[in-house]
């Protein structure tokens, strides 16, 4: 019986661990979830586009963790980030090391002046193509990757949770189409899916309260039925597999 079982309700309650900023190391460096590789490197792919600005805007930092390791930086570097909980993270790592972090909870009004950096990143941020090509000089570059809209649908799948149709067809070609109609130049684009595990059923649960829109409203009560059954299916083969969704892209601001 479910009830009877300590270790999935060890696991459950081990799910409980502070999350903080965008750190997932609690589950990944302990080798409790992990990723194939892609085919590409987002921080290898901005590191020379650094090297070359002058200004430089990250969206989306979430608690700075990415961006204070890719140094060094531009002359001038603004962050952005619309999830209050992270804010004060990322003003604690960032501020002292120079950094503008700045608070955003409209992608269509960013608080910067037009033309004001050379390069705009954004790892799984959301943004307006528009918005972006303001703020960007002339000949500036815009590199993001992006969460696609099946991101990890067997999750969905196993608890009875339709995908957000808002994102649902949000894709490489869609994104491309934007920029595109927004006076960019796309000089390299890829899209990918890969395979992503779970070998507890504590980091699904860890996993899933750090990322609420995957199955909004997540609660273990909620879900405990569907949470046993993964559990089963883990002690039977070793791990729950999903399916990451994935696609990066690069574009120059036109002229």
Known sequence: MRREDKQFEYLIGQAS???????????????????????WSYGSMAI??????????????????????????????????????????????????G?????????????????????????????SPREVRRVLAGGGYF?????????????????????????????????????RENQFEVVKQSEQFVSQRFYDVGALVYYLNAIPWQVPEFEVDKYRDELY?????????GYFEVTQHRFIFLARALC
Not at 18 to 39: H, K, Q
């Open 17 to 39: 661990h502070p999350f903080s900023g965008w750190d997932f190391s609690y589950i990944v460096e302990t080798g409790r979830m992990n990723s194939d590789c892609l085919a």
């Open 48 to 97: 020379p586009l650094m090297q070359e600005a002058g200004s430089m805007l990250d969206m989306g930092t979430g608690g700075g963790e990415l961006l204070s390791r890719l140094r060094p930086w531009p002359k001038s570097v603004c962050a952005t980030e619309g999830y209050l909980p992270n804010l004060s993270v990322a003003r604690e790592r960032l501020e002292p090391l």
């Open 99 to 127: 950094v503008n972090v700045h608070p955003v909870q409209d992608d269509e009004q960013l608080p910067f002046e037009t033309g004001q950096f050379d390069l705009v990143l954004n790892k799984h941020e959301s943004y």
């Open 143 to 179: 590199l993001t990757q992006q969460s696609g809209g099946t991101d990890c649908h067997e999750i969905n799948e196993r608890f009875g949770v339709p995908l957000n149709r808002e994102f649902a067809e949000w894709k490489l070609e869609a994104a491309v189409k934007g920029v």
């Open 229 to 237: 059954s993964i559990h089963q299916l883990i002690k039977q083969q």
